[in-house]
């Protein structure tokens, strides 16, 4: 079993930026793709930025690309993603997710919310 917690959601203005964390407890040997998903309610779950800790390999949605960058510390079974130059559109909840493989769907997170106002 994974455990993912979630951190560093919260409130800013547009052009801001803010950094989510995910640690990863338990069976972290089953964690090789890790990732970030997205919900505004009433509408799907959207991936938007996966990474394969093997070899660090990416996976940004057309959303995000150029903005938020995702990274793993090995070390310390934790994902990060930085979020620069935010929109208000970027406004949701921000779940975590991890799995054997790529795209994650496995074990999720509980979710933090970011907001950024106009």
């Known amino acids: 079993q994974v455990q993912l917690v979630e951190s560093g959601g919260g409130s800013v203005q547009a052009g801001g930026s803010l950094r989510l964390s995910c640690v990863a407890y338990g069976y972290t040997y089953s964690t090789n793709c890790m990732g970030w998903f997205r919900q505004v309610p009433g509408k799907e779950r959207e991936e938007i930025a996966t990474?394969?800790?093997?070899?660090?390999?990416?996976y940004y949605a057309d959303s995000v690309k150029g903005r938020f960058t995702i990274s793993h510390d090995n070390a310390k079974n934790t994902v990060y993603l930085k979020m620069n130059s935010l929109k208000p559109e970027d406004t949701a909840m921000y779940y975590c997710a991890a799995d054997w493989s790529c795209p994650p769907s496995n074990y999720w997170g509980q979710g933090t919310q970011v907001t950024v106002s106009s």
């Open positions: 990474i394969y800790v093997v070899d660090s390999t990416t």
